[in-house]
């Protein structure tokens, strides 16, 4: 099987007045379709800077990242641009939905850019939400629901276009343990459908029993867990 994230030899430095900064050093990782890959380590040891590569949000400075065998660095904006819109769906801790709007007025602002019919992009919307067991749940508002529901349709309108890579840094941060869990079954649930890489960077352990896969940064080294 072909890796849909290919990392090789990929660093990222910042440069500042006192210097220059290694954030990430040669990291060399494949993530497959049907993987749930949980990404911890202490605070700055470089899991959002990975996380915003995968997302194509940001270039390595050294090496190369390869999305579906295709060497990134050699992508257009516009390209690139389709890739970010299209192939790869995002997660927040801060759930960033629209205040005071509907469930399914959320799901859809991810069609925003897209000229796609709007009867066919209610059923991607409405297929999404079912996904995240939120059916039924269309026409209530955003500030009607609980933190674990708000998290839930924030995954919803990120997988409605159907990406192949999911990316979400520390989706359960402002929840509790019990919608932690809701939060962490569902994304489960979408791992084990096959077609979807998940990376997910979290500070708690106790997630780790949802996912397949564990990575380890530290320093800016990462490493495989077993
Ligand atoms: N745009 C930037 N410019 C300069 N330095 C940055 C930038 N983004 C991140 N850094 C630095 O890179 C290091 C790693 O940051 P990163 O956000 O990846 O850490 P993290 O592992 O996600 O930490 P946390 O768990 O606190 O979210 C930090 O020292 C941070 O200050
Ligand atoms: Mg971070």
Same mark, same amino acid.
Not at 41 to 69: H, Q
Not at 83 to 97: D, E, I, P, S
Not at 151 to 170: N, S
């Given at each position: 099987?072909?890796?849909?994230? *290919?990392?090789?030899? $990929?660093?990222?430095?910042?440069?500042?007045?006192?210097?220059?900064?290694? $954030?990430?050093?040669? $990291?060399?990782?494949?993530?497959?379709?049907?993987?749930?890959?949980?990404?911890?380590?202490?605070?700055?040891?470089?899991?959002?800077?990975?996380?915003?590569?995968?997302?194509?949000?940001?270039?390595?400075?050294?090496?190369?990242?390869?999305?579906?065998?295709?060497?990134?660095?050699?992508?257009? *904006?516009?390209?690139?641009?389709?890739?970010?819109?299209?192939?790869?769906?995002?997660?927040?801790?801060?759930?960033?939905?629209?205040?005071?709007?509907?469930?399914?007025?959320?799901?859809?602002?991810?069609?925003?850019?897209?000229?796609?019919?709007?009867?066919?992009?209610?059923?991607?919307?409405?297929?999404?939400?079912?996904?995240?067991?939120?059916?039924?749940?269309?026409?209530?508002?955003?500030?009607?629901?609980?933190?674990?529901?708000?998290?839930?349709?924030?995954?919803?309108?990120?997988?409605?276009?159907?990406?192949?890579?999911?990316?979400?840094? *520390?989706?359960?941060?402002?929840?509790?343990?019990?919608?932690?869990?809701?939060?962490?079954?569902?994304?489960?649930?979408?791992?084990?459908?096959?077609?979807?890489?998940?990376?997910? $960077?979290?500070?708690?352990?106790?997630?780790?029993?949802?996912?397949?896969?564990?990575?380890?940064?530290?320093?800016?080294?990462?490493?495989?867990?077993?």
């Amino acid at each position: 099987m072909k890796p849909i994230l *290919e990392f090789r030899g $990929v660093s990222r430095s910042y440069e500042s007045g006192s210097g220059t900064q290694t $954030v990430l050093r040669d $990291v060399n990782i494949s993530i497959f379709a049907g993987e749930f890959s949980a990404i911890t380590g202490p605070s700055g040891s470089g899991k959002s800077t990975f996380l915003n590569l995968c997302a194509l949000l940001d270039e390595p400075t050294t090496g190369e990242i390869y999305f579906d065998d295709v060497p990134t660095s050699g992508l257009s *904006e516009a390209l690139l641009c389709n890739l970010r819109k299209n192939a790869v769906g995002m997660v927040f801790q801060q759930y960033c939905l629209l205040p005071y709007r509907t469930v399914l007025e959320n799901v859809l602002f991810r069609f925003r850019y897209l000229d796609m019919d709007s009867a066919e992009t209610r059923k991607l919307a409405r297929n999404a939400l079912a996904m995240v067991g939120l059916e039924g749940f269309e026409d209530r508002s955003t500030h009607q629901l609980s933190g674990g529901e708000m998290q839930r349709v924030g995954i919803a309108r990120a997988i409605a276009l159907k990406p192949r890579l999911l990316v979400a840094d *520390e989706p359960t941060g402002n929840l509790d343990s019990a919608a932690a869990a809701q939060v962490m079954r569902c994304l489960q649930q979408l791992g084990e459908q096959g077609d979807i890489a998940i990376l997910l $960077v979290t500070h708690d352990e106790s997630l780790l029993k949802y996912t397949s896969r564990h990575l380890s940064f530290n320093d800016g080294l990462l490493t495989e867990c077993e």
